[in-house]
């Protein structure tokens, strides 16, 4: 009978000898050598999913004008908190040709936010563009470009949303949320090192915002930074201790090193927190497989199954404790639905290939 071998890196075992199902078995191995996309990373850490960044979905708020035209009321509705409301008044203001240049901004800008909150993009572009051929303070335009750049982002324009991004923090180097919403199109891009940097410069303006730090550990997790990764979101911890992806992060950076009793501690309290974060559910489940204790990985993987019924990673994991408690079959059928849902992952095909073996 094949004996499983574990690699603790990435859960994948080997098999000693031939078993019952040779053909298959060797089929499975066979199909890893055409996948070579291996990263070296354990599964299951989003880094956008981890994003709580303070700055990517705060546009300027709106604000009162100082309305001298005809329409006494619409500077009041111009900041109402009903989107239909707010943009018919603010309209008003903005057509009235005895407005002055700063009410119409105001109204434009206000009328842009609007736009931007029912997530017509491409009127609110429109207003952010008109305000700024029209306002001078720094201040203002910086956060004008700052909710521009957001709306071209949105709209899939990195080019654009990076250019207003980099006018903000020219035009306001203390607007921290500039360096935030820059940082995250950089982690989009894949451009760490200067995500890493943004993510530093805002920490030391806002200091006290946890999301920051969970953020920028995210980046160093997936780089194998785990020490740093760790210490960031200890810290956002600390600053934090009801962030529950802050712990769920800390705990996939302690998994990583091995250390598999605090990563069990900790994403059980991220599930304390929210109970239904499957990605901790998922991270438990893997921990406590790495401990040995293959009977309560089993019961935390059908939990993360029934949270998440398409994660082939909890699928893998159940198979692989499966395959340690001798239950080829069920370990072939878990790895084989793991497979149907990402057929690159080469572990489940090795893992397979063993569980044929025998």
């Excluded at 936010?113 to 306002?135: E, H, M, N, P």
């Excluded at 990076?162 to 935030?180: F, G, M, Q, R």
Aim: with cysteine.
């Amino acid at each position: 009978m094949a004996t499983p071998m574990r690699d603790a890196r990435h859960g994948i075992r080997a098999a000693s000898s031939l078993g019952r199902h040779p053909g298959r078995g060797l089929a499975d191995l066979a199909a890893t050598m055409r996948e070579r996309t291996v990263t070296g990373r354990l599964a299951g850490l989003s880094m956008l999913a981890l994003l709580g960044l303070a700055g990517a979905s705060r546009p300027a708020a709106a604000q009162a004008a100082n309305h001298g035209g005809g329409h006494g009321g619409d500077a009041i509705r111009c900041v109402s908190s009903k989107p239909e409301i707010a943009i018919a008044a603010c309209t008003n203001i903005i057509e009235d040709k005895r407005e002055d240049v700063d009410s119409r901004a105001i109204a434009l800008r206000n009328r842009g936010f609007f736009y931007q909150q029912t997530g017509d993009l491409d009127r609110a572009i429109a207003d952010y563009t008109t305000v700024l051929s029209l306002s001078n303070g720094h201040t203002a335009r910086a956060k004008t470009y700052l909710n521009r750049g957001l709306m071209y982002l949105q709209k899939g324009d990195d080019v654009e949303a990076l250019a207003d991004y980099n006018e903000a923090v020219t035009l306001d180097p203390k607007l921290a949320s500039a360096y935030i919403d820059r940082a995250a199109l950089f982690m989009k891009r894949g451009d760490d090192d200067l995500a890493i940097a943004d993510l530093g410069q805002a920490t030391l303006l806002n200091p006290n915002d946890a999301d920051i730090y969970a953020s920028r550990g995210s980046i160093y997790a997936h780089r194998g930074d785990q020490d740093r990764a760790i210490t960031d979101y200890t810290k956002a911890i600390e600053l934090n201790p009801a962030n529950a992806m802050a712990w769920r992060g800390r705990g996939f950076a302690y998994r990583a090193t091995g250390d598999n009793a605090r990563a069990a501690a900790d994403a059980t309290e991220a599930l304390r927190l929210d109970p239904n974060m499957a990605a901790a559910r998922l991270d438990l489940g893997l921990s406590l497989q790495g401990t040995g204790n293959g009977a309560q990985a089993i019961a935390e993987f059908d939990k993360a199954i029934k949270l998440n019924p398409r994660d082939a990673q909890a699928f893998k994991g159940r198979g692989d404790s499966y395959l340690d408690l001798g239950d080829r079959e069920r370990a072939i059928a878990d790895l084989s639905h793991a497979l149907s849902l990402d057929a690159k992952m080469i572990s489940a095909y090795i893992n397979r290939g063993v569980a044929y073996l025998g």
